[in-house]
């Protein structure tokens, strides 16, 4: 499964969060399978993204969130700061790829979006 994890302010568009899967997407040369957030982000921006993205969303609790973390290749201070996370997409990307995955493409930030790739490659 290949799992492309989103982090996002409250402003951002659905617009933004699809062009930067997409730009992530190409960079590790793979396709998400499915879209994964935060459920405290779940929002219409959100839905919007998936829908056009044609991905299933899934929403990840704080548990599965902060049991990714020693695995996140970058930390956000900021991130930290605002929801208690250091890095949250590529955490919702390695918690909704499976245990056995790791970063494709870590962390990219685009406007108010934040996007990372991960999945359970050989």
């Keep these: 499964m290949i799992a492309a994890g989103v982090g996002f302010s409250s402003g951002a568009l659905a617009e ?12 590790a040369g793979q396709n998400a399978e ?3 957030a935060p ?17 299933p969303l899934i929403l990840l609790g704080r548990v599965a969130l902060e049991a990714a973390q020693p695995h996140c290749a970058t930390h956000s201070d900021l991130a930290g ?7 949250v ?6 918690a909704a790829a499976g ?6 493409v870590a962390r990219l930030a685009q406007g108010r979006a934040t996007c990372a790739l991960a999945g359970n490659l050989p």
């Design 99 to 104: 245990a056995k995955s790791r970063l494709l």
């Design 81 to 87: 700061a605002a929801v208690g996370l250091a890095s």
């Design 16 to 27: 933004e969060i699809e062009v930067l899967v997409r730009l992530t997407e190409r960079r």
């Design 89 to 94: 997409a590529e955490a919702c990307a390695l």
């Design 34 to 36: 499915v879209l994964a």
């Design 39 to 55: 459920d405290f982000k779940d929002c219409a921006p959100l839905r919007a993204a998936a829908a056009a993205l044609r991905l």
